[in-house]
């Protein structure tokens, strides 16, 4: 029975006199399904009272209304929070580790322990301990207690809800105050998997999943690594050593190309010195590359800098373009500050130090003009520092 109407937000909502439908809380997310003809978006405890607000695609009218539950997420939903209260007693029985809190996400859910040294040999007992709960079918009773009979049924956890409250035992094996949707035996979660874990803020955050969940998973998995073995020509169970000999070979591969690369700007370098014209008694290496990356292009100033005494101006062209210069540490001007009175006024960003500067955001057909102001900059500076010298630029 639809008993009052609201709004949330810019959608529809709806209270009823009673519900099927399980709001957000306690890390569970809500259920979906259909009040009449509208789908349910979500279900939330409306706040400041215990009133379940309905909220929905369409308005609905007061009255009676037929609801219809989605029963796939609700029967997931009761798979891992029943696999949960399962799992974090294990890690109690275990490893005394309790569960400080429970999230229940879209593909995984996850806990959080008091553990500070988690290890994959306690990740396996506490799945196998919980993995031997299920496979026993043992029945999950709903008991209710006030807080005085709480304190005599061993609850895995307080409670903090006064009058009755609802306690999920899993008979034999875990006895937990919850209000969330839980299976009617431990058969009927299937399994429960320990996926990964981590340290986590001072303990332990465990990822899982239980039933249907754990089954995608494991053939979404599985289909991952029989791929991964075709490519390899080999058993999947081989793919973990063939990936790390390919990871060696690949590290060794990359030092040698870097030590090639090296090799070759230092070639490159020298060629680019004796093809150079003069600036004063300095050599200028003013070029133009496309293709290259702005770090190749300064390291190759640098190494041309470094070989003699030079200014290396060299910029590259795509869709706009970028240079580096920079100059020898024996020789007068500033790269840094050439480049922002260049950039002030033919545009583009940039700036550096005074011995190498990089530059940026150039409209291409500006590159030349930043060419000739870059020389004039250093050929300025040159002449007030040796005044009665005399440039023989070829």
């Not at 580096?324 to 020789?331: D, E, G, M, P």
Request: net charge negative.
């Amino acid at each position: 029975m639809v008993l009052a109407e609201r709004r949330h937000g810019d959608k529809p909502a709806v209270m009823l006199d009673r519900t099927i439908f399980y709001p957000t809380s306690g890390g569970q997310p809500h259920d979906t399904g259909f009040l009449g003809q509208a789908r349910i978006l979500d279900v939330q405890e409306e706040e400041g009272t215990e009133a379940i607000l309905h909220i929905l695609d369409s308005p609905i009218p007061l009255g009676p209304v037929a609801g219809r539950i989605d029963w796939e997420r609700r029967f997931d939903h009761m798979q891992q929070h029943t696999g949960q209260h399962i799992l974090s007693q294990a890690f109690v029985r275990v490893a005394q580790a309790p569960t400080v809190s429970f999230h229940l996400g879209e593909e995984t859910s996850t806990i959080d322990l008091e553990l500070p040294q988690p290890m994959s040999s306690l990740m396996r007992e506490a799945e196998d301990l919980a993995s031997q709960i299920v496979f026993e079918d043992r029945p999950v009773h709903v008991l209710t207690a006030d807080r005085e009979a709480l304190r005599t049924l061993g609850v895995r956890k307080e409670s903090q809800r006064e009058g009755d409250i609802r306690v999920i035992d899993v008979e034999g094996f875990d006895r937990s105050p919850c209000g969330g949707t839980h299976v009617r035996r431990s058969g009927e979660i299937g399994i429960i998997a320990i996926l990964a874990f981590e340290r986590y803020k001072g303990g332990t955050r465990a990822e899982f999943a239980c039933g249907g969940r754990a089954l995608r998973t494991f053939r979404r998995d599985h289909e991952v690594l029989k791929e991964l073995a075709r490519l390899h020509s080999a058993h999947p169970y081989e793919t973990p050593r063939l990936i790390e000999k390919l990871l060696q070979e690949r590290a060794a591969l990359t030092r040698e190309n870097a030590k090639l690369r090296d090799q070759a700007q230092d070639w490159e370098a020298l060629e680019l010195l004796d093809r150079a014209d003069k600036l004063g008694e300095a050599a200028l290496v003013c070029r133009s590359f496309s293709g290259r990356t702005i770090e190749s292009l300064k390291v190759l100033a640098q190494k041309i800098t470094a070989r003699s005494p030079s200014v290396a101006i060299l910029g590259q062209v795509q869709d706009a373009a970028q240079l580096v210069v920079a100059r020898s540490s024996n020789l007068p001007g500033d790269c840094g500050a050439a480049v922002k009175e260049a950039a002030a006024r033919l545009g583009g960003r940039g700036g550096g130090k005074p011995d190498i500067a990089q530059a940026g955001g150039i409209a291409v057909g500006a590159l030349q003009s930043w060419f000739d102001a870059l020389q004039e900059h250093f050929r300025a500076s040159m002449i007030k520092e040796n005044p009665q010298g005399k440039e023989h630029d070829r």
